[in-house]
C-alpha cells in the first residue's frame, strides 16, 4: 500500500511538469498533502502515538490544506495570471521529468544497502530534482514558491525511510517545513505582494554587479 | 551557562523588539555586550565540557566565540551610529527591529560555534537566516526586498540541502548501529559509517552550508545581502555569520578526515575553492561598487581558508588562522564605509574620490584596512597566506598553487584600483558644503581591530596558539 502511494506521487510529478495553470498546481500539492498523510500512518509504526498525531496533523493542516490555502489567497489577492509561463514548452519538461526518474532508479539500483527502502528513495530524489526543475524553468516567484514545496515534500519522504529510527529528525523535517514556509510565504511574498502589482521575477532583477 | 546565554539572548532580543525607548535600549545593548564577554570567557575555561546534552565548547568553537565576541561590540556601538547620526528616516520602530534582530543573530552564531550536535547546529542556522533577513531589510524598499528575497529563498533551500545531509547521515551511523548524532559519536564512530551514505551526506551538507560560509555554488545570495544591509549588519554577515558556517564545515570534514574518504573530500573541497577564488577574481577586476567589492572579497578569503584546509599539514592550522584574523579584517572594511557613505551618499566608484581631503583619519584607516584584507605585509594574513601556499606546495600542487597566486595579484589590482579612486583621484562632481564633518573617534576601533590582526599574527600569544593547535588536532 505504501508503495502504491509513493508512486502515485511520483505519478503527480510527471502531471505537473505538464500542468499549465497555477491551480493546477495548487491541487497536486494539496493531493501530495494527502498522499504523505496516509504514507506517515503507514510507515512510522513504531513511535509514539502522540508523536504520530503530531507528524500527521502537521501534514494535513499545513501541507494539504493550509499552505495551498495561502498560496491560492496570494494568487487571487495580487491578481497574478492563471498561466504558469515556463521558458521550456510542457513536451521537454515532461521528458526531462521522466528523465529525472529514471536516472534515480538507476541510481538507486547501485546502491548495495539492506537498510534502505529504494522506492523512498527513488520518489524522494525525484521529488526532490523535479522541484529544482521546477524552480529552474518557471517563471513566476509564485511558481518558485511551490517548487520550493515540492522539494520539501520529497524531503519528507526521505525523513519518513528513517523515521522509524529516529523520530527526531522526522521532528526536525517539519520544523524546516513550517519555518521555511512561514518566513517565505508569511513575512515575504505578503510584502513582494504590496510593493510590486505584478509579481513577476523579472521586477527581482536590478542587483547585479 | 548555555542555559543562561540562551535565555538572556532570547529575553534581551525580545526586549529590544518591544522596546521603544532608547536609554532602555543601550542599557540592552549594554548587558548582552557583558554577557557575550562573560560567556566566552567562560566557555574558554570549561572547553570540552558537554552543557545541556547537545552543546560542547571545542577549541575552534570557543577560538571562533572569542572573534565573535571581539566583532560583536564595536558592531553594536557602530550600529548606533548608524541608527541615530545620518539616517533621518529611523524610527524607533526600525531601531527596535534592527537591535532585536543583530543580537539574535550574533547570539544564533555563538551557539553554533560551541554547539556538539549536528541538529542543534542546523536549528540554529535557521535562527541566522531568519534574523539576518530582518536586518536586511532595514531599509525597507524595492532593492532591499529583492536581496533579502534572494537571501531568504537561497538559504531556505540550502537549509534543505543540509537536512538532506543529515538524513543521509543517519542512514550511515545505521550500518554501524548506533543512533547518536553528535559530532563526538561521529568521530569517534567514522570508521564505522556507511561511506556511500558518507560521501552523499558530505556533497549535500557541503553544498548547504557554502550559503553561509560563502563559496561557489550558494555564495550569490550572500552578495546581494552584504550589499543592501546597512554595514553594520553587512559586517556581521561578513565575518561572524561566514564562521559558523565555516565551523560546521570543518566538524564535518573532521570526521570525514578519520575516514578513507579524505582524500575525495579534498578534492571537492578544492574545486569548490578554486572557482570561489576564479569567481571573486571576475567579479572584483571589474566591480563599480565598493560594498559588493568587500563582500567578493570575503568570498576569495573563504576560498583561501578552504583551500588550506584541504591541502593539510600547516594548512589546517593556517586556515584557522586565516578565518580569525579574515574575522577581524572585515568588519573594519565594513564598518568604515559607512563613513565613505556619509561623505558621498553613493556606493558607486564613479561618485567617490579625494577621500584623504575630506576624511583623514578615515583614509589612512582604509589603506591600511586595504593592505591588510588583500594580505600584504604587515598585514596579518600575511602570514597565514604564506602558510597556506607553503602548504599546498608541500602537497604536489603545484599547478593549483600558480593559479590562485596568477588569481591573487589580479584581486590586488582590482581592489586597489578602485580603493586609489576612492583615495586620491578627485571626484567628478561633489557639493562640498553637504560633506559633514566625521570625527577621528568613529575609526578608533576599526584601527583596534587592525592593530589586533596584526599583532596576533606576528605576536601571537601562547593562549592563542594552543587553542589554534587543539582545534588541528580535531582533522589530523
Known sequence: ?209 | MIGIFLAGAFAISLGLFFNRNKLVNYALLFVFSALLVVFSIYEYNHINVIELEFFKPDSIGVLLLFALTIVSIPVIIHGERYIETHNVDETPKSRAVFFGAMVALISACAIVLISGHIAVTWIFIEITTLSASALIYHHRNLRALEGVWKYVFICAISITFVYIGILFISLSLKDAGIDDMSFDSLYANADKLNPFWLKLAFLFIFTGFTAKIGLVPMYTAGIDAKDKAPAPAGALLSSILMNAGFVTIYRIYAVLSHTSLQHWANTVMIIAALLSIFVATVYMTRIKNIKRMFAYSSIEHMGLVILGLSAGGIGVYAAILHIFLHTLIKPTLFLQFNQVYWVYRSKSIYDVGNYFKYNKVGAILMLLAFISATAMPPSGLFISEFLIFQSLFEAHFIVILLVVLLLLTMIIWGFGKNIFKLLFTPPLTIDETKIPHISGWESLSQYALLGLSVYLAYNPPVVFVTLIQDAVKLVQ
Open chain 1, 1 to 209: 500500500m505504501t508503495d502504491i502511494l509513493l508512486i502515485a506521487l511520483a505519478m503527480s510529478l510527471l502531471y505537473i511538469s505538464i500542468a499549465n495553470r497555477l491551480y493546477t498546481y495548487l491541487n497536486i500539492l494539496v493531493f501530495q498533502g494527502f498522499i504523505l498523510f496516509g504514507v506517515t500512518y503507514l510507515t512510522l509504526t513504531k513511535i509514539s502515538t502522540i508523536n504520530l498525531m503530531l507528524i500527521m496533523l502537521e501534514t494535513i493542516v499545513f501541507k494539504a490544506l493550509a499552505v495551498p490555502w495561502f498560496i491560492n489567497h496570494i494568487i487571487k489577492r495580487n491578481g497574478i495570471t492563471r498561466e504558469a509561463e515556463p521558458y521550456l514548452p510542457n513536451f521537454v519538461s515532461l521528458i526531462i521529468v521522466t528523465f529525472i526518474t529514471v536516472s534515480t532508479i538507476i541510481l538507486s539500483s547501485s546502491i548495495k544497502d539492506p537498510n534502505l527502502d529504494k522506492t523512498f528513495f527513488v520518489v524522494a530524489l525525484s521529488t526532490i530534482f523535479t522541484g529544482l526543475y521546477l524552480i529552474v524553468t518557471r517563471k513566476k516567484i509564485i511558481t518558485h514558491v511551490i517548487g520550493y514545496i515540492i522539494i520539501e515534500n520529497g524531503v519528507f519522504v526521505l525523513s519518513l525511510a528513517v523515521g522509524n529510527e529516529m523520530p527526531m529528525l522526522v521532528n526536525l523535517g517539519i520544523m524546516l517545513d513550517i519555518f521555511a514556509s512561514v518566513l517565505i510565504l508569511g513575512v515575504f511574498f505578503n510584502r513582494i505582494g504590496d510593493l510590486l502589482k505584478d509579481p513577476d521575477i523579472d521586477h527581482l532583477r536590478n542587483l547585479k554587479d
